[in-house]
């Protein structure tokens, strides 16, 4: 073995490097220069994204012995993640100047976050997959709690803790079943044993399994494993909910990816019932509930929850589009979300935070620009032609009737139907209500032309989404 | 049969002492059960020769974990009536999962052994085999990458608890050394001369 | 070939959508020096290739340009289909636009709108083309509406005036009958061959002629009958057939341009042209043809009737044009396409000749359009006095000039068109055509003795004003006068029997009167000679025009007279045998009626109140109910957790 042969694996060699060094050179910023770390976080993030774009193999590879894979949908995952990070922090950047929490563990801690995302995305085995499982709910929990002033960040990291902890738990648990019936923690090995030997098709494997849905439903805050998402969404600051919000869903979907579909696809009709329950469950109680909300990053909780049962049920469907529809609705769901945070922190300032959703009263009056952004985003997420968010729902729906499921496309509609009405309240405080605040947004102009762009990304995706589709298509097959 | 009777002994004061920690008022009594508890899987794994699990089970857990805990416990003031209040609440809905998770677990042991007739079980371990050698040679060669992400999980948590441990509170009445040695004396008192007031 | 075809179609785009957009940077002169540019582009490249497929002998051209979209094997195409019928109809598009085109820099030179109105007609133009070199139904029904929404537009050009508003309203409403059969039409072809391109259907005719479908509770139809009938009400609408002909009187509020244009020579064609190009579907349907017969018969004859006693001189014209329509349509149901398609072209050209000398009169008469205000003006307006007269023999079919070949051809084909068991029919269409000749020389006439002949009846200050109208006007008029007089001689031989349209037209042998008529047809003079001893119709005209005289130049008083004699015959034909009330307070208001009642009772009381309101409350309740499960509590959390796992393990091991 050279050190040729780790080279598949060096964006996350160099980022932790990276991460090293950020972590150090921050010891030596004063508190006033500390936007510096900032900055440093970013050229870490680029020379990620750089890294893993150049240091791809020509064909799909594992290292470590089949712990770490490298493959086509691993570089698409790690550079969407990685690009949203950044966003996350551009966004949090001028909200945690103003409001005093401009520190550099904020960065590093994301930085880790993204570490552990990457692991998660190459992970080839149970075990790796569950130690950066590990990474980032550690480098989350630190991010929840980082408001050490604020008692809901306190609560709302206690609880996200002690219940991640009990999801590990089950996933470990499953782990170890799954091991100790198939003998071996590396997907491919799974998936090899199971088909060439039917007969371990059997209970044992299934009780592995269960436990390990329940991880990933965790993950994903699936219901009924979704609990911790809203208090956390709400008690966490807004720049933390952002990150909880974006990058982690795509881990998560490596995650259901890797385990589900790579490692246990010979239990496909087992783990479909299971996953059906959790989408439908989700989707339901999801848009249902968020109808009732007031606090706008509540509301996108349990619209993210809503959001996560269509990823489910694409995933449900078991086909390779059917990955595929996942994938996109993940990418484009994760762009919405990280653009509609980052309208709640273009919002807030020292004192107030944008919180609730009657805080976006009058927008249009104040700026009809990031009005329109934050309608773009609204109509994303509820899926109006021609934006992004329509096809991405279009699409589930479509391998869901090819999978030979018509009620679950209906209820998919009737979903979104719901859906859109609590989007469309956010679109009509800000055109149809008069403004109680009238103060000047604080952010850079760097950062408003970033949102800008997320906006119009949403409506260009959607106007043409044809080679987001086709790449994801590509990346699965 | 004489490792059967040792292992229902074991697994049976497993569960007293896992019991034990949930029931227990007192928070250290909880502790205490719990490091029964480590104790009696340390065995478990001993009979199953499983070594090094058993030690470092009981050198991490009891040695360091344990130990850690009981400071927590007894530096802050657990309120355990007020904890212990919804147990009763809650019994009956516990009760029927409990029951019904039991039902679950004999029914799948149940059809684990039909299973192990089916793929023949584990094979024996050979003479001379050592555990501890077994785990670290696999350890440092096909789990490398595990083991440096276990690392790299070290630092963070060490990042994530700084991070969120030091902090200046207002109002903390520290030292501050520097200023204290570059104090002088005309900083602190200030002689002023002035009459005598007349007596009135 | 195909960039030609393409430059024919693209010209006008790009010129309307310059003068729409670009109207006030590019200037009056800009906006109609660039469309009559375009549009006389795409007239020569028509003629070219008229040329290349009829001289030249070149091939028919079908091919697909761009593919919009593909959903379910159903291609949806942009296509052209370039045959003899097609090029024929390009021509005449594009020579009468051009013609129009022209004309308008006189007729529209005070308006505000100019820019507008050069925009629309070019905008027309291009629609018009779509739907004639369509290879396929979508692009068929896109050139369909996109001709009925610039005819919309059109109408109501000014639209400040009330009576305008509610003309195109009328319009557009009264198309929307006929559109919905014609889209029913075209899904049950679609719902037959899974296609829409034209070969392909045709192809299929024959499968779809021995089908039936269950049309209302479930008697079956042969289900070509079905198609047919479905188109031909779309064919109804656009080309004004009884009962649908309502909106095409009214439609006259539009400035004149656009009635020679839009109402006369090509959009209101449109409807005939569509037959005659579907013809292989038509020919299997007997029941079609019958049906088509007797509503061309009506509107033949009746709408010929009610010319008599109109005023206005558009609306006169404007009748005279549902009459002749009417023939057209007669001629379709007697499987003389190519007699349909040839009336429909010599019509193109002598009724915009009417239409714009009408409005040549207008122009002159300060916009006064009453005909009984004119009278006498021969004098003062010789070009128009000349063209109107060309334009009024050829629509009369005097022998020689271009409506007489057509008609005539028409007539004649009608007479032999005898199949089994279509007596009744047979007569009724026959009588009707001829008779519609005696009626059309009557109203004809009346109009043009009434305008340009007898007592000078318009007020000093006009008659002071009068004079002709300048070239723009004119030159046009003169151009449109020559193919009048003389095109049905040179034409009828070779479009007519010498087999001009080939393929393009499908009639079953027991079917082709026109091959009847050809083996006796010896050239334009033998078949001008024979019309003096074949048949009345010639006698027929004589008589419309003599009558004509008689009421209003030698006796003027007598029409009155009649009137009140007759006043129950005259009230129905001044009240248009009461299709506007029938229209308007029947199926209007009735419509109105049900869609109050529907509103208040089915829109807000039940959709609104208790399924709308009603959803959206329960699910807010349930929301309200459904967030107390987030109780915040830790342990809850994770008791629900737990609660989860064990169910999920209970179904895994019991129900799997």
């Keep these: 073995m050279t050190i040729s042969d780790f080279l598949p694996a060096a964006p996350e060699i160099s980022l932790l490097c990276s991460i090293c060094a950020v972590l150090l050179i921050d010891l030596f910023i004063s508190d006033e220069k500390r936007v510096v770390t900032f900055w440093l976080a970013l050229v870490a993030l680029l020379l990620n994204i750089w890294v893993v774009v150049v240091s791809a193999p020509p064909d799909p590879t594992t290292i470590f012995d089949g712990s770490y894979i490298y493959d086509p949908l691993s570089q698409v995952l790690k550079v969407a993640a990685t690009a949203v990070v950044a966003l996350g922090f551009f966004y949090a950047r001028d909200y945690l100047r103003q ?48 408001d050490r002033e604020s008692p809901q960040a306190a609560e709302s990291a206690m609880k996200y803790f002690v219940l991640g902890a009990i999801a590990s738990g089950a996933l470990l648990y499953g782990i170890s079943w799954i091991y100790g019936v198939t003998g071996s923690l590396k997907f491919a090995e799974i998936s090899q044993s199971i088909a060439v030997r039917p007969e371990l098709n059997d209970v044992p494997l299934w009780f592995g399994m269960a436990f390990l849905v329940v991880g990933i439903a965790f993950k994903f805050g699936a219901v009924p494993f979704h609990m911790w998402l809203p208090d956390v969404y709400q008690g966490a600051r807004s720049p933390v909910t952002l990150y909880i919000a974006s990058a982690p869903k795509l881990a998560a979907l490596a995650l259901i990816l890797r385990v589900l579909v790579d490692g246990l696809e010979g239990l496909h009709g087992v783990w479909q019932g299971m996953v059906m329950v959790i989408a439908v469950l989700s989707l339901v109680i999801g848009n249902v509930v968020a109808i009732a909300q007031s606090n706008i990053k509540r509301m996108l909780g349990y619209s993210a929850i809503a959001h996560v049962g269509f990823i489910l049920l694409a995933v449900f469907a078991g086909s390779e589009a059917g990955y595929a529809a996942s994938l996109f609705y993940t990418l484009t769901y994760v762009i919405m979300a990280a653009g509609a945070f980052g309208m709640v922190l273009l919002l807030s300032r020292q004192g107030f935070e944008a919180e609730a959703i009657a805080d976006f009263k009058g927008l249009n009056a104040r700026s009809p620009w990031f009005a329109l952004m934050m309608l773009f985003f609204m109509f994303g997420m509820a899926g109006v032609p021609p934006w992004v968010g329509f096809f991405a729902k279009l699409n589930v729906i479509n391998v869901v009737l090819d999978a030979g499921f018509p009620g679950l496309a209906i209820l998919m509609v009737l979903a979104s139907v719901v859906g859109a009405y609590y989007y469309l309240r956010v679109v009509w405080y800000m055109y149809f209500e008069r403004a109680e605040d009238k103060s000047v947004f604080q952010a850079g102009r760097d950062t408003r032309a970033l949102l800008s762009l997320n906006g119009l990304a949403v409506l260009a995706l959607g106007i043409a989404p044809g080679w987001l589709l086709a790449l994801c298509l590509a990346v699965i097959g | 049969m004489f490792q059967a009777i040792l292992f229902y002994t074991f697994a049976a004061v497993l569960i007293g002492a896992a019991m034990g920690v949930i029931f227990s008022r007192n928070p250290v009594h909880a502790v205490m059960f719990l490091v029964l508890a480590f104790f009696q899987s340390s065995l478990l794994w001993l ?99 595990a083991f440096e992400i276990a690392a790299v999980i070290l630092l963070l948590a060490i990042v994530a608890a700084i991070s969120l441990t030091m902090r200046k509170r207002e109002g903390l009445k520290v030292q501050n050394i520097t200023s204290q040695v570059a104090a002088r004396a005309k900083d602190r008192v200030r002689v002023v001369k002035m009459e005598a007031e007349k007596r009135q | 070939m195909q960039t030609i075809h393409l430059t024919i179609v693209l010209a006008p785009l790009l010129a309307a959508i310059v003068a729409g957009l670009f109207g006030k940077q590019i200037g009056r002169a800009g906006a109609h ?43 949806m195409e942009v296509g052209f289909l370039i045959d003899r019928l ?36 070019s905008l027309f133009t291009f629609s018009m083309l779509m739907l004639v070199m369509s290879n396929n139904f979508l692009q068929l029904f896109f050139g369909w509406e996109a001709v009925g929404l610039v005819s919309y537009l059109l109408i109501g050009f000014w639209f400040k005036r009330e009576s305008a508003i509610f003309a195109n309203l009328k319009a557009f409403l009264v198309n929307r009958v006929g559109d919905f059969g014609f889209i029913l039409g075209i899904a049950a072809i679609v719902m037959f061959t899974n296609s829409l391109d034209y070969m392909t259907v045709f192809g299929a005719a024959g499968d779809i002629a021995r089908q039936d479908i269950a049309v209302f509770g479930g008697s079956p139809w042969n289900a070509m009958s079905v198609i047919c009938i479905l188109l031909f009400i779309g064919a109804m609408g656009k080309s004004a057939q009884a009962p649908l002909h309502v909106w095409l009187p009214d439609s006259m509020e539009g400035p004149t341009p656009i009635s020679a244009l839009i109402h006369a020579a090509t959009m209101v064609t449109a409807g005939i042209f569509m037959v005659a190009r579907m013809s292989p579907l038509f020919e299997l349907s007997e029941t079609a043809l019958a049906v088509v017969l007797v509503i061309g018969s009506i509107t033949a004859f009746f709408m010929g009737l ?61 916009h006064e359009q009453d005909i009984r205000k004119m009278g006498g003006i021969r004098k003062y307006m010789p070009i128009t006095y000349w063209t109107s ?134 050239g334009s003079a033998q078949f001008l000679a024979h019309s003096f001893t074949a048949g009345p119709a010639f006698y027929l005209a004589a008589a419309g025009v003599l009558v004509a005289w008689f009421l209003y130049l030698k006796r003027p008083d007598l029409p009155e007279a009649i009137a009140n004699r007759m006043s129950g015959l005259y009230t129905l034909l001044d009240r248009k045998y009461y299709f506007d009330e029938l229209w308007i307070n029947g199926f209007a208001a009735g419509g109105r009626r049900l869609g109050r009642f529907l509103w208040t009772r089915g829109d807000e009381l039940i959709i609104d109140g208790v399924l709308v309101n009603g959803t959206a409350n329960s699910v807010g309740r349930l929301a309200g109910t459904l967030r107390h499960l987030q109780t915040g509590y830790l342990y809850h959390y994770a008791f629900a957790m737990i609660i989860a796992l064990t169910l999920f393990l209970g179904w895994l091991l019991w129900l799997q």
Excluded: C
């Excluded at chain 2, 904890?83 to 516990?94: E, K, M, N, S």
């Excluded at chain 3, 109809?89 to 006189?106: A, C, L, N, R, W």
């Excluded at chain 3, 009707?432 to 005696?438: I, N, R």
């Design chain 3, 306 to 366: 009610l010319g008599i006693v109109q005023n206005d001189i558009k609306r006169v014209v404007a009748y005279s044009t549902l009459s002749q329509l009417g023939y057209m349509t007669v001629a379709l149901g007697a499987s003389a396409y190519g007699a349909a398609i040839f009336h429909l072209m010599t019509h193109a050209f002598f009724k915009a000749l009417l239409f714009l000398a009408a409005g040549s009169v207008i122009i002159a008469m300060h």
């Design chain 1, 99 to 146: 409001v005093g929490m401009l520190k550099g563990e904020f960065f590093v801690l994301g930085l880790f976050g993204l570490l552990g995302i990457m692991i998660m995305i190459s992970a080839g085995s149970l075990l790796t997959m569950y130690l950066g499982l590990e990474t980032l709910s550690l480098a989350l929990y630190a991010l929840v709690a980082f």
């Design chain 3, 86 to 121: 097609t090029a024929l109809m390009m021509v005449v598009v594009t020579f009468v636009s051009f013609m129009v085109h022209i004309y308008t820099i006189g007729y529209m030179h005070d308006d505000p709108g100019y820019q507008r109105f050069f925009s629309y007609i």
């Design chain 3, 33 to 75: 020096w660039l469309t009559i540019l375009a549009v006389g582009l795409s007239f020569v490249l028509s003629m070219v290739v008229l040329k290349d497929i009829y001289w030249d002998g070149g091939a028919v051209e079908n091919y697909s340009v761009y593919t919009w979209a593909v959903s379910d094997g159903l291609r």
């Design chain 2, 47 to 145: 009979l199953a020769e499983a070594e090094f699990l058993a030690i470092v089970l009981i050198l991490v857990y009891v040695g360091a974990v344990m130990v850690l805990f009981l400071f927590v416990v007894m530096m802050i003031d657990i309120n355990v009536e007020r904890v212990q209040g919804g147990l009763v609440r809650y019994a009956p809905l516990g009760l029927v999962i409990a029951g019904l998770m039991v039902v679950e677990l004999v029914q799948l042991i149940w059809a684990r052994s039909r299973f192990e007739v089916a793929t023949g079980g584990f094979a024996a371990t050979p003479e001379g085999y050592s555990n501890t050698e077994a785990l670290g040679a696999i350890l440092y060669t096909e789990h490398v990458y």
């Design chain 3, 389 to 522: 007269l060309v334009g009024s023999l050829a629509l009369i079919g005097f022998p020689g000039f271009a409506g007489f070949f057509s008609k005539d051809a028409l007539i004649e084909a009608v007479r032999h068109s005898h199949w089994e068991g279509q007596g009744a029919v047979y007569w009724i269409a026959y009588l009707s055509v001829l008779l519609g000749v005696f009626v059309t020389a009557l109203y004809s006439f009346r109009m043009f003795f009434l305008v340009f002949h007898g007592k000078e009846r318009m007020d000093e200050h006009t008659r002071s004003h009068i004079h002709e109208t300048p070239a723009v006007v004119t030159v046009p008029l003169v151009l449109l006068a020559i193919p009048s007089a003389v095109i049905g001689w040179f034409t009828i031989g070779p479009v007519l029997f010498g087999d001009f349209f080939g393929p393009s037209i499908f009639v079953l042998p027991g079917h082709d009167v026109l091959a009847e008529l050809g083996a006796e047809f010896h």
